[in-house]
């Protein structure tokens, strides 16, 4: 049977790819249909000029159509041939395959379908279409299960033919109908000029894909240039924060080391005072004791000899004087001379990375200029707000505090209004300048950053209106 069909697409109209009804062949040597080529050549008598719809060669006048009676035989003998193999061959019907229409119980896979009847046949059921007269009038296609998709929804006629005008498939009365005036064709001379079509851009998907597999190479060899350059700068960072941290770690060690050396050396010279202090603290108790002993002695004479023996008159006429320990270094200009200068080698650095990293979570952030939001509360401020620092208007006056980023004033963060909704009175709409720290909760993109500031939790805006700053306590 694979024979027979491989042998019947030798006889198949190449305009309604269905086996040759009424066959008749043109000058050119193709055969086609007679109402196939009949249908072509009548849209083509405005022009005077007719072409074969498979190779194109135009004739002048219209050729005169004759039926091929040995084509006629060759098509007879071949459908008896395929009645036959029909009759002894018949496959249920798989998932995915058409069901014949006709059959009852267990359904048989459609070899055919009609757009006449609009339905399916196997190969028993399709035999009265090749055996009745009428019947084989029909037109056959190959099984389909969208069969509607073959016919007009509007006047449930056969889409036979293609609106050029509209580019879309239409029946022999759309034509006369809607598209009246249009340009239209043979569905078959439309595939024809499609299959041109698509010869000529299946001829250009090569160089297309050349081309997109040259950019493919060229974007594989800029990603890894990147990959590579983003690996270097990493590694190169790495060393410079990895050096960064031991020169501090070491500047660190050193600072400490003169601090404690300075300390040991104050340490040793309070404690050389210490000791010489305990030293004459031992000597006067000792000569306290020597006094107590001279105390009971009555006779004038021992008592006299006894305390010139044991003091003399400058012992007795010695004042002490005062000691004191005043260390000869400051520890405190050692941390005025450093501070300052580690604050602004921070603020150098931290700027310095601001311009690779951008903003990023957590930072703390200012606005740079005071915007404007409108809130609701009581109608007077609460006692929680410094009134030294406003005007005539509390809320609208209102200056922040100072506070300390590198010296510029800014309401420190953690700064509370004190106006809660549920102390409200009742509601009163004023606007509160922003324009304290906050800290960057969140990056949404450039245009919409979440920043949570003292007055407002949760303000939204873009990054152009933010700056970072560094806190110093």
Known sequence: ????????????????????????????????????????????????????????????????????????????KLKKTELRSNVTVSSDAKPGDVECDFCTGIKHKAIKSCLS???????????????????????LVNATSQLQDRICTQHDRIIELFCRTDQQLICMLCSMDDHNGHKTVSAAAERTEKQKQLVKLKGDIPSQIQQREKEVEEVKQALKSLQA???????????????????????????????????????????????????????????????????????????IQSFQSHFTSSTVAETLPKVTFESQF???????????SLREKTKEFHQAVFKVTGLMVMDTVILKTPETISKSCRPYPPQSFNFNRFGSNPATDFAPSAGSIFGEPSRPFGHSFGHAASSCGYDHNYTIPVDGVGVLKALNGPDNMTVDFPELQGWKGSSSKLELVLLIN
């Open 117 to 139: 009847c609009l339905l399916s046949y196997c190969e028993v059921h399709i035999q009265p279409h090749y055996e009745v007269p009428r019947l084989s009038k029909h037109k």
């Open 1 to 76: 049977m694979a024979t027979a069909s491989m042998f019947q697409d030798e006889f198949n109209c190449s305009i309604c790819l269905d086996l040759l009804k009424d066959p008749v062949t043109i000058p050119c040597g193709h055969s086609f249909c007679l109402n196939c080529i009949t249908g072509c050549w009548d849209q083509e008598d405005q022009k005077g000029v007719y072409s074969c719809p498979q190779c194109r060669e135009t004739f002048t006048p219209r050729p005169v159509l004759y039926k091929n009676t040995m084509m006629v035989d060759m098509l007879e």
């Open 229 to 303: 350059s983003a690996q270097e700068a990493v590694e190169y960072t790495d060393h410079i924060f990895t050096e960064l941290i031991s020169f501090m770690q070491q500047k660190r060690s050193e600072v400490t080391e003169s601090i404690r050396a300075q300390e040991r050396a104050e340490v040793s010279r309070a404690e050389g005072l210490l000791e010489q202090l305990e030293l004459e603290i031992t000597k006067l108790k000792s000569r306290n004791a020597e006094m107590e002993k001279l105390q009971p002695i009555e006779d004038p004479i021992d008592f």
């Open 330 to 340: 400051s520890f405190h200009e050692v941390m005025k001379s450093v501070s300052p």
